[in-house]
């Protein structure tokens, strides 16, 4: 194998056990709390969830491996890496144009990133005040805004998307939070954080999946997320959206995954680390799902409520859990740590591009992105508002009635992030070097090699173009 020399100053994890906190931090996010429930909702419950589920074994754990070992091989940001892996293998150092896609699709997830953590913010705030509330009363264990009513509690969403103030405030913090800590460096910003706040994230995510589980209707979630509906997991639109959602649940197709990798020690054995971080990843949005569908089951909600379920339904449904004051509290806070450790791994894809490019300070470089990032998020927050009418891509099929917010979260998330992958499995499994590879993969001599060989080179693309032909040309196979 061919070893590279970290480029100067590069930084790396202080252990392997940082890297997988850093890489699980990274994948744990909104896209497990948010957004797989909300598309277990829409998509049908069990056959989505298979669908995720054989995406996540066949096609993102594969991936995430080789994008982890561009980064690790190259020991530098992404774009870097994958050039000078392209040029190991006597392959044009335009493939890295793949690294340059990726930037760019998550610099732009960043910023509606951002614009939704904001709201996760918002509701700390409101349900911080309400258990402040309920304690003076000496009712510490009220259900969530006991003194209003459910339509009230339902009322809260629709009032702060009407207020592009109170969005821009959030959003701002939000932002500056993750540029702190990126600015602060992988191991004194980045590390620190993941080490701290994912501990406390699991900790409470089961606390209130017990909880969910004793005062909620489990066995309608149990029974809602674990039977398949078979002729509905094979429409082309629910493995399009299961696709996507593997994509963007384990930070893959931008690059956060190579540029992660590129701070992992030589010893760390890549094939590995990736089967650790599919599972852990897949295991919190299924926990995640047996959370909060328990709760939304049992006050008679329905599962299909879309990107609301977390804002509107899941509130209403604290109002009237025993506790739900606190619970609803707790849930927010943790749902703010997964998000603040992956928005951070968003922006240091880019951060550490401009840094290695420029060679200017991190600090500077981070506050630029971070402040641009608000900017540009402006656009999302005010989607909700004042440009609610405004159909940027209506030309496009499957846009039609998309918002500028829902436009980059679709074209990201169902475009370009598979694009970008489809393109690094075609040049890890095709155009890479073999050995060089293979030797990164910490599967050599196994028996696991020759199967990864196989899902990247074949079933990868394959998949992958297929799935995105279909999900966004319906009408070629009806
Ligand atoms: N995986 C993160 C989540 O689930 C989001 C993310 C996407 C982070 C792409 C980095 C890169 O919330």
């Known amino acids: 194998m061919v070893a590279n020399a970290a480029a100067a100053g590069q930084p790396h994890w202080?252990?392997?056990?940082?890297?997988?906190?850093?890489?699980?931090?990274?994948?744990?996010?909104l896209g497990n709390l948010w957004r797989f429930p909300s598309e277990a909702g829409v998509n049908g419950g069990g056959a989505f969830v298979l669908i995720y589920i054989l995406c996540v074994a066949l096609i993102g754990a594969p991936l995430l491996l080789a994008e982890t070992l561009i980064g690790r091989h190259g020991q530098r940001s992404t774009v870097a890496s994958a050039t000078l892996m392209?040029?190991?293998?006597?392959?044009?150092?335009?493939?890295?144009?793949?690294?340059?896609?990726?930037?760019?699709?998550?610099?732009?997830?960043?910023?509606?990133?951002?614009?939704?953590?904001?709201?996760?913010?918002?509701?700390?705030?409101?349900?911080?005040?309400?258990?402040?509330?309920?304690?003076?009363?000496?009712?510490?264990?009220?259900?969530?805004?006991s003194h209003l009513s459910v339509e009230e509690v339902r009322g809260q969403m629709p009032a702060l998307f009407a207020s592009p103030l109170q969005m821009t405030l959030t959003h701002f913090v939000f932002a500056a939070a993750t540029t702190f800590v990126v600015a602060r460096g992988v191991k004194g910003g980045i590390e620190v954080?993941?080490?701290?706040?994912?501990?406390?994230?699991?900790?409470?995510?089961?606390?209130?999946?017990?909880?969910?589980?004793?005062?909620?209707?489990?066995?309608?979630?149990?029974?809602?997320?674990?039977?398949?509906?078979?002729?509905r997991a094979l429409q082309p639109q629910v493995l399009n959206s299961a696709l996507g959602q593997a994509f963007f649940s384990l930070s893959l197709g931008g690059g956060a995954m190579v540029a992660y990798g590129a701070y992992a020690s030589r010893d760390t054995n890549l094939g590995q680390t990736s089967?650790?971080?599919?599972?852990?990843?897949?295991?919190?949005?299924?926990?995640?799902?047996?959370?909060?569908?328990?709760?939304?089951?049992?006050?008679?909600?329905?599962?299909?409520?879309?990107?609301?379920?977390?804002?509107?339904?899941?509130?209403?449904?604290?109002?009237?859990?025993?506790?739900?004051?606190?619970?609803?509290?707790?849930?927010?806070?943790?749902?703010l740590f997964a998000a603040l450790t992956s928005s951070v791994s968003l922006l240091e894809i880019s951060t550490a591009y401009f840094v290695e490019r420029f060679k200017i300070s991190r600090a500077v470089v981070a506050s630029l992105l971070g402040a641009?990032?608000?900017?540009?998020?402006?656009?999302?927050?005010?989607?909700?508002?004042?440009?609610?009418?405004?159909?940027?891509?209506?030309?496009?099929?499957?846009?039609?009635?998309?918002?500028?917010?829902?436009?980059?979260?679709?074209?990201?998330?169902?475009?370009?992030?598979?694009?970008?992958?489809?393109?690094?499995?075609?040049?890890v499994g095709w155009i890479a070097d073999r050995k060089l590879v293979d030797g990164e993969t910490g599967l050599a001599g196994g028996p696991l090699l020759p199967v990864w060989r196989f899902l990247i080179a074949w079933l990868c693309p394959i998949a992958v173009f297929l799935i995105l032909l279909f999900g966004l040309f319906p009408q070629l196979i009806s």
């Open 86 to 145: 392209a040029r190991q293998s006597n392959a044009s150092p335009a493939w890295a144009g793949l690294a340059v896609i990726g930037m760019i699709a998550n610099y732009v997830i960043l910023t509606f990133y951002s614009v939704v953590a904001g709201w996760v913010l918002y509701y700390i705030g409101t349900s911080g005040a309400d258990v402040v509330r309920t304690i003076m009363a000496g009712q510490p264990f009220a259900g969530a805004y």
């Open 14 to 29: 202080s252990s392997k056990a940082a890297f997988v906190l850093a890489a699980v931090g990274s994948a744990v996010g």
């Open 372 to 427: 641009s990032l608000f900017l540009i998020g402006m656009v999302s927050v005010l989607s909700f508002n004042v440009w609610a009418d405004h159909r940027p891509l209506a030309f496009l099929p499957g846009f039609e009635n998309a918002n500028w917010f829902d436009a980059f979260d679709g074209v990201t998330g169902k475009i370009l992030l598979p694009l970008s992958g489809l393109i690094t499995a075609v040049f």
């Open 275 to 335: 089967g650790i971080i599919s599972a852990a990843d897949t295991g919190v949005a299924i926990i995640a799902g047996l959370a909060i569908f328990p709760i939304v089951f049992s006050v008679g909600l329905t599962p299909d409520a879309g990107p609301t379920l977390m804002f509107q339904t899941l509130p209403a449904a604290f109002h009237s859990m025993p506790a739900g004051a606190l619970v609803g509290l707790a849930f927010f806070v943790l749902v």
């Open 193 to 231: 954080a993941a080490t701290w706040l994912m501990p406390t994230f699991f900790v409470l995510l089961v606390a209130i999946t017990i909880y969910a589980g004793i005062s909620g209707d489990f066995t309608a979630a149990v029974a809602f997320l674990f039977t398949p509906d078979f002729e």
